[in-house]
C-alpha cells in the first residue's frame, strides 16, 4: 500500500514547512496540510485518496455568509462534529493535539470549552479566509 510512505514522507516533511510559522500556521501545516493542501485550498497530496472532495477552507467565511464559523470549526477539528472523509470520519485530531485548554463564546453565547492547539489551528484559518 503506497499511503504508508506518503503519510510518512509529508509527517517528515512537516517541519521544514513549519521553519518560523506561527503555532497555528505550524499546526495546520502539520496535521491538515496532507488533506486540505499548504494553501487550505482542499489540494493536498492525500487528497485524492479520498472518496469525497476535499473542501477549500479559505471559503469557509463566504459559505458562511461572510463570518468565519469559528465554534463549527473548533468543533470539526477536535472531533465533536464528525465529518465524513475517506470512506470514515475526518480524524478526530482533539485527541491528539494539546496546548492547554482554551475557552471561546458558541455562536448561542453557551462556552465551548477545546484544546489551545485545535484553537490555535482555527485562527490561523480565519486569517486566510478569502475576501
Not at 39 to 50: I, K, S
Not at 96 to 118: C, F, N, Q, R
Not at 119 to 124: F, G, H, P
Request: with cysteine; aromatic share 4%.
Amino acid at each position: 500500500m503506497r499511503l504508508a510512505p506518503t503519510v510518512l514522507a509529508l509527517t517528515l516533511a512537516a517541519p521544514a514547512f513549519a521553519q518560523d510559522a506561527a503555532p497555528g500556521q505550524e499546526l495546520y501545516l502539520s496535521r491538515c496540510a496532507a488533506c486540505h493542501g499548504v494553501g487550505a485550498t482542499g489540494d493536498g497530496p492525500m487528497a485524492g485518496l479520498l472518496t469525497i472532495p476535499v473542501p477549500d477552507l479559505t471559503m469557509l467565511a463566504a459559505r458562511n455568509g461572510g463570518l468565519f464559523p469559528r465554534a463549527e470549526v473548533v468543533r470539526t477539528i477536535d472531533g465533536r462534529q464528525m465529518l465524513v472523509g475517506h470512506g470514515g470520519p475526518m480524524p478526530v485530531f482533539g485527541r491528539m493535539l494539546g496546548g492547554g485548554s482554551a475557552v471561546i463564546d458558541g455562536p448561542d453565547g453557551s462556552v465551548i470549552e477545546t484544546k489551545g492547539d485545535v484553537l490555535e489551528i482555527a485562527r490561523y484559518l480565519e486569517g486566510l479566509q478569502a475576501e
